[in-house]
């Protein structure tokens, strides 16, 4: 939440400044807890794609590798969309 919402945030530039927010559900720690649990060791919370924002459908608890995998997927998603020279 702090990273979406604190503009002092030395990150707050890539999440809230980037326009990523947390759901209004998750405002409240306790509905956060129930829709996702607890953190597993070694996880963080990752977004799917590392896109979109932290909601229920779009996130889940990662390790660095499957972090990385996500960023690698978005990276290629956007290559392919991005306009070829001819």
Not at 27 to 33: G, K, P, S, T
């Amino acid at each position: 939440i702090d990273r979406c919402t604190n503009q002092t945030r030395a990150m707050w530039r890539n999440y809230g400044g980037a326009g990523v927010r947390v759901c209004e559900r998750w405002q409240h720690f306790d509905d956060f807890l129930t829709d996702m649990g607890e953190r597993p060791e070694g996880t963080v919370l990752g977004r799917l794609l590392d896109t979109g924002d932290y909601q229920p459908g779009n996130v889940k608890w990662m390790t660095q590798a499957e972090q990385n995998a996500e960023a690698q997927k978005k990276r290629m998603r956007d290559r392919q969309r991005e306009p070829r020279d001819l």
